[in-house]
């Protein structure tokens, strides 16, 4: 659902570089704006959820920390545009949340907020109101893709979804593609015959269909266990794969879910992107570009998003 409100347009059309907004005000979408204050609390999360990865505090590294302060300003910009405007969405379509999803986003707000320290209430200065409405209007952008959704087909059949394991040669002349063959028809392994000729970065591969070239899936997903397929002309080049596994069973539940995430995107984006190409909109770049992190280890919040999230499951 990323929504990019980056480089000199948003939704086909030119950004307006303005100062005439509020000094509180963001940008502005349609009749709809982002606060200084949603802003910070954006930061303030993803610095931590971007900053800290893998067990590495990168702050603390000062590794390409400018670099790091823009990427993470590019995504909180990106995940606010896309909240304002798919809530301008579920206005148009006449979708709002019930009593009880707003009880359900009142009591996470209250819980996220009494977890923030004195230093990142003076950072953000968010209310427990101001958290409550973030919320909604998350849970709202969230209510309104699924109702764009419900319709998508979720049955994906094993064929379809299936990953395969594999070992692949890949050579570029056809001197090299007789070479192998003349190998491989000897009983040479395959693992040693592909350590001295595969041209390509890799030589063991977990594919499903749609990733290799189409000369290559058709003849691979016909191989059993242990099979080795013929000279396979692709790609400017010649192939040899030998099937390791057919079918990943647990790669191929989990494409399954991909699969149908992909449906819903598509579905979801043909609305979207035709919702947000007649909206006008104006970024205060001055404000947004004034806005800094507080990387000191005072401000050490990053459960805004999995507060909300568990909320409106």
């Known amino acids: 659902m990323a929504f990019l409100f980056g480089g000199c347009s948003i939704g086909g059309r030119e950004l307006i570089f303005t100062g005439k907004m509020s000094s509180q005000d963001v940008f502005r979408i349609g009749d709809a704006s982002c606060q200084l204050t949603e802003a910070r609390v954006y930061l303030a999360n993803y610095q931590n959820i971007y900053g800290k990865s893998y067990g590495i505090d ?6 390409q920390e400018q670099k790091l302060k823009e990427y993470i300003k590019e995504i909180a910009l990106s995940e606010m545009a896309r909240i304002v405007c798919m809530d301008l969405l579920a206005r148009e379509r006449g979708i709002s949340l019930t009593k009880e999803e707003k009880k359900k986003v009142k009591d996470a707000a209250s819980g996220y907020y009494r977890s923030l320290n004195e230093a990142e209430l003076n950072y953000t200065g968010a209310s427990e109101a101001d958290i409550a409405s973030m919320y909604e209007n998350y849970a709202l952008a969230n209510k309104v893709y699924r109702s764009l959704t419900k319709s998508v087909d979720d049955e994906v059949s094993d064929d379809e ?3 395969m394991e594999a070992m692949q ?11 192998v063959a003349a190998k491989l028809a000897a ?11 595969n041209q390509k970065p890799v030589i063991e591969i977990v594919f499903g269909r749609g990733e290799m070239p189409k000369e290559v899936e058709e003849t691979a997903f016909e191989l059993d266990n242990e099979e080795i ?3 396979i002309a692709a790609e400017n080049g010649y192939f040899f ?3 390791i596994n057919k079918f990943n069973e647990e790669l191929t539940d989990d494409n399954k879910i991909n699969i149908v ?5 598509a579905a979801f984006d043909d609305v979207y992107e035709e919702f947000v190409s007649g909206l006008a909109s104006s970024l205060n770049e001055q404000v947004w570009q004034d806005v800094a992190l507080i990387t000191d280890g005072s401000i050490t919040t990053d459960g805004f998003f999995d507060a909300i999230e568990e909320a409106i499951q």
Not at 169 to 179: L, M, P, Q, T
């Open 169 to 179: 040669i890949y050579v570029r002349s056809k001197d090299e593609a007789d070479a």
């Open 187 to 197: 009983g040479e392994d395959f693992a040693a015959v592909a350590s001295n000729y």
């Open 58 to 63: 990168l702050w603390e590294q000062g590794f």
């Open 229 to 231: 397929s013929d000279c």
């Open 241 to 243: 794969i030998k099937c």
């Open 261 to 265: 995430e992909a449906r819903e995107k």
């Open 161 to 163: 979804a299936r990953i």
